[in-house]
């Protein structure tokens, strides 16, 4: 079992940046993937980002690559995403997500088992 509780969302100009973290419990961490997924009022949810269990590989999607990073840090239990350039159109609910180590990293929301409640990201123009 893991609980992942995010936090550093907030209200930004488009061209700031926002630096989200997702703090895991449980001593199992640096056995799962994490990632991060965003849902915008009245849309699915998307994925964003993810990150393999030693660091060595990233995933990212096509309208974040070259602005957000995806990092994480095993002895904290943490995960993060630096959000860069930011614009309106990244305005959502940011959520982590856990799921199990496969050949490939997950980009659906269906590849992970634990979520965290969500942080609001507002951007405006």
């Known amino acids: 079992q893991v609980q992942l509780v995010e936090s550093g969302g907030g209200l930004m100009q488009a061209g700031g940046s926002l630096r989200l973290s997702c703090a895991a419990s449980?001593?199992?961490?640096?056995?799962?993937?994490m990632g991060w997924f965003r849902q915008a009022p009245g849309k699915e949810r998307e994925f964003v980002a993810a990150?393999?269990?030693?660091?060595?590989?990233?995933s990212y999607a096509d309208s974040v690559k070259g602005r957000f990073t995806i990092s994480r840090d095993n002895a904290k239990g943490t995960v993060y995403l630096q959000m860069n350039s930011l614009k309106p159109e990244d305005t959502a609910v940011y959520y982590c997500?856990?799921?199990?180590?496969?050949?490939?990293?997950?980009?659906?929301?269906?590849?992970?088992?634990?979520w965290g409640q969500g942080t609001q990201v507002t951007v405006s123009s």
């Open positions: 449980g001593r199992t961490f640096s056995s799962y993937v």
């Open positions: 990150i393999s269990t030693r660091s060595v590989s990233t």
């Open positions: 997500a856990a799921g199990p180590s496969l050949s490939r990293l997950g980009v659906t929301p269906n590849m992970y088992n634990y």
